[in-house]
């Protein structure tokens, strides 16, 4: 049970809880951090009003972070539903999010 756990907790893409609809993971890694990917994360918490549950009420939104998506020499980057954007800001975060809840 114990390896069954670690293995299940140890990778980002495992989760133990269901995911929203929408799924957006923020990079956190050293070259995301650095060219402000927390401020992305915290933006994006702020509007879904989203502080320790990382999941909107109403299930549509999931925002988890991640820690590196292999493109850091365009950071920051996050994906959503998997699918890659680089160099994101946070206008840019908010034309995206927009794009997917329609
Ligand atoms: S640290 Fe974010 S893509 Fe590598």
Known sequence: MSQVNSTATFYDYFTEKPMGDIVI?????????VNGS???????????????????????????VTYCNGHCDQSPTI?????LHTNVDVFELGSIVKEHLK
Do not use: F
């Open 79 to 83: 994906t959503v539903n998997d699918e």
């Open 25 to 33: 993971r923020i990079c956190e890694g050293a070259s995301c951090v």
């Open 38 to 64: 927390e401020d992305l994360t915290k933006v994006l918490k702020s509007k879904l009003n989203l502080e320790d549950e990382h999941t909107t009420e109403d299930g549509k939104v999931s925002v988890e």
